[in-house]
């Protein structure tokens, strides 16, 4: 595409929230305007107007890519807003792109000058086609924001605020001109993935007095977004917003956030103003509102709104099941994935990092997929993975887009390298959206970074074939582990390392074989046996016991397949017996936890996986959900049982990644999986137990609509199926020989005894 404009910015600043315009007039004597089109980026994020009105309702575009080598531009149809003499406007903001990233403490990791980029096409019924372009043509001048950070919050002073910008004949004070960057236009990509936006807004439903006075509003849920104020008062007044996830001793919980101040300031004009600071984000529940001019109590329900902010991903699937607190777990890992999927899929949506750590979506892409419909966000993020992996010598980053080679050394962590599970992402993501959408394209866009990830990887084993060197997170998180050092695991990180370079080299290898690559199908399986045959001699004994002997290890041995039928058979019993050692608690970390109850499962030991689903007691999935959580945590204990914070410097309340399990919930407990990719044919397949005696399970496949619901009564169960039109399906019922239907509904039974009505719930 030949590209017309360029990329400018104001010569002045004005405190990071510049607005930019061009006023013109349609081209004479060309009869109607058949189409206009208008495409938009930005160094920063932007809010584009054309005729006085917003282009669209999307917000922080064009969001975060990486930006060295990735610039994306959205495309807007303005046809309705052009006609007669207007002006191009656009808001700037910070955004990922100079504001502050990660926790050094710096912003501008990419860049100091904020910039925007805009061509406007306007096609006539003659044919005639006349361009709007940013150039050095245009004004820039001051908006209503005096501050923006997508950390520190938004300042707004409405006393500044001035729509006539938007109107023709406009002559600001204190405008200036602006200049043209260096910019490389072959950066620029269309969005993949779905915009920004607005997708629901939640009321006050208490409004609270703290202990030391301080008025703070409960949104009753932990969201991500921001507030909408309506207010009158006294001009000049400010207003102060200051957010945060958690109470803890009856006032704002805001150590989590560390250095992030999320606060927004709002100066009112004396007359009736509306607040809306849509250049910041907030994780939140509470917000301590100061310097309300009226009565909070009385006017919060109307006067305040949450406004929650997401990437506009449509939500494809659902769970229910008799039991409150299962059910108020999966609404958690719900809530918990959309506040983190914001552009890019982040670890947390509220301290100073909110970044995207591969680890995270390694382990609940599963569950992403089948709730919303994630596959053009996730292969929007896989380009980033490609473009940083492919300038790194094949590394997959810690986080991507990968901000931390920007920044100071980070003690922690040594030079970067390929590392278990996180870097796992490049392949395990892919390999996720290909069987749960049936689109083998993805696996075709990411070979290069799935095989350069696995020949890294080949590259840093040891002499005996093990992953055994370099650094590692391992089980990161054991609940064992010290507060201050979560990667001190109980599981070898050898063992941990190993077993996922075997199931990423499996995977490669059966892609290959999908995309008819027969050479590179014989490369990675060679070298999937190597790893699973030194896996074996070095971490396996004839009793099947593995190295470390904890759940974690056990799990993934038993998942990705790498033992024989008889060592699988003693490492479930194993696995079950620590389980019952741990009292049903939660024993395992970042790697081991998506995996456990599979394995369980897989092993005969379904009681003891729903033992682990239902116990309460900390650490358990469950504990958050009786402590009143409404989203999934990053630590077991985050928050403790006397309503303390968890001591430890790195805890947040809104971290999707041990919300992983609802993968098993969707197929186990609620018996709805696939037997092909893409839900050609389906597996309904409930295996009741604990306790549980109903669920109702439902997908958007790319068929169609598919539903399982069952209800157990007196040792009966029924099933009920729905299966779309051009798919087929399973039936696999306790006790009967599996049944293969077509589409329709379809009602079966099956006597299954009282043991999984009652459980041990």
């Not at 892919?430 to 990411?446: C, F, I, K």
Request: net charge negative; proline share 5%.
């Amino acid at each position: 595409m030949t590209w017309h404009a360029q990329m400018i910015s104001p010569d002045q600043d004005f405190d990071g929230a510049p607005l930019l315009r061009r006023e013109f007039t349609l081209d004479d004597g060309h009869g109607d305007v058949a189409t206009a089109t208008l495409v938009v980026s930005a160094y920063g994020v932007l809010e584009a107007h054309l005729g006085g009105k917003p282009v669209s309702d999307d917000l922080l575009a064009p969001g975060w890519s990486s930006y060295e080598w990735r610039q994306r531009f959205a495309r807007y149809d303005v046809t309705a807003l052009v006609g007669g003499t207007s002006v191009l406007g656009i808001a700037l903001g910070n955004g990922w792109y100079r504001g502050r990233l990660a926790w050094f403490g710096h912003g501008a990791l990419y860049g100091d000058q904020l910039g925007a980029f805009a061509e406007l096409e306007i096609a006539f019924s003659d044919g005639h086609v006349q361009r709007i372009v940013t150039d050095d043509s245009w004004t820039a001048g001051p908006s209503a924001t005096t501050a923006n950070d997508l950390y520190d919050g938004q300042s707004i002073d409405a006393r500044r605020y001035d729509g006539s910008w938007l109107l023709p004949g406009f002559e600001g004070d204190g405008w200036v001109g602006v200049h043209t960057l260096d910019f490389d236009t072959a950066k620029l990509e269309p969005y993949i993935g779905p915009a920004v936006r607005r997708v629901d807004e939640r009321e006050v439903v208490e409004v609270i007095t703290t202990p030391s006075g301080k008025t703070v509003l409960d949104f009753g849920q932990n969201l991500v977004g921001w507030l909408r104020l309506r207010v009158r008062g006294e001009v000049g007044a400010v207003i102060t917003a200051r957010h945060a996830e958690v109470l803890e001793h009856g006032e704002l919980g805001v150590r989590p956030l560390r250095s992030a101040k999320a606060t927004d300031r709002f100066t009112l004009s004396g007359g009736d103003d509306e607040f809306a600071p849509t250049l910041t984000l907030h994780g939140f529940r509470y917000a301590e509102i100061d310097g309300w001019p009226g009565d909070l109590a009385q006017e919060a329900r109307t006067a305040v709104t949450a406004v929650v902010v997401s990437s506009d991903l449509e939500r494809i699937g659902t769970f229910t099941s008799s039991d409150p607190l299962v059910n108020q777990f999966h609404e958690n890992v719900v809530w918990g994935m959309r506040g983190n999927f914001v552009d890019v899929p982040t670890d947390c949506p509220q301290r100073d990092e909110r970044l995207g750590w591969t680890g995270d979506i390694a382990a609940f892409t599963p569950t992403a997929s089948f709730l919303f419909d994630a596959q053009s966000f996730l292969r929007e993020w896989l380009k980033n993975v490609w473009a940083e992996q492919s300038h790194a010598d094949g590394i997959i980053p810690f986080v991507v887009p990968d901000v931390l080679k920007l920044g100071p050394a980070v003690a922690d962590f040594p030079d970067p390298d390929s590392t278990a599970v996180w870097s796992d992402a490049g392949v395990w993501v892919p390999w996720t959206l290909y069987e749960a959408y049936g689109d083998d394209s993805v696996l075709e866009d990411q070979w290069e970074s799935m095989t350069a990830h696995v020949r890294r990887v080949r590259s840093l084993l040891s002499p005996s074939g093990l992953w055994d060197t370099g650094f590692q997170f391992g089980d990161w998180l054991d609940p064992d582990a010290p507060p201050e050092d979560p990667a001190l695991a109980k599981a070898d990180k050898g063992v941990v390392a190993t077993a996922c370079a075997y199931r990423s080299a499996d995977l490669v290898a059966r892609s290959a074989r999908i995309l008819g690559r027969d050479a590179e199908a014989a490369e990675f399986q060679g070298l999937a046996d190597d790893l699973r045959r030194a896996f074996l001699d070095a971490y396996v004994d004839a009793d099947g016991r593995v190295e470390s002997d904890c759940t974690t290890v056990y799990s993934l041995a038993i998942v990705f397949g790498l033992l024989d039928e008889a060592r699988e058979t003693l490492a479930g019993e194993r696995l079950s017996e620590l389980v019952e050692q741990s009292g049903y608690r939660i024993s395992t970390g970042f790697a081991g936890t998506p995996f456990i109850t599979d394995a369980l499962t897989r092993t005969g030991h379904l009681d003891d996986a729903y033992r682990l689903l239902l116990e309460r007691e900390c650490p358990s999935w469950l504990y958050p959900v009786t402590m009143g959580a409404t989203t999934v945590w990053e630590r077991w204990d985050s928050m403790l049982p006397d309503g303390s914070i968890n001591p430890g410097e790195m805890t947040s309340f809104n971290h999707y990644a041990l919300g992983a399990v609802a993968d098993w919930l969707h197929r186990v407990v609620g018996g709805l999986s696939a037997l092909t990719p893409g839900y050609a044919s389906v597996l309904v397949a409930p295996q009741p137990g604990g306790g549980i005696t109903s669920a109702s399970t439902s997908l958007v496949t790319p068929h169609g609509r598919a539903s399982v619901d069952w209800e157990l009564v007196d040792g009966t169960l029924t099933v009920t199926a729905e299966i779309p039109e051009g798919a087929d399906a399973v039936l696999r019922l306790p006790g009967r020989s599996d049944e293969r239907v077509g589409s329709g509904r379809h009602v079966a039974s099956a006597e299954v005894g009282v043991a999984a009505e009652v459980g041990s719930h």
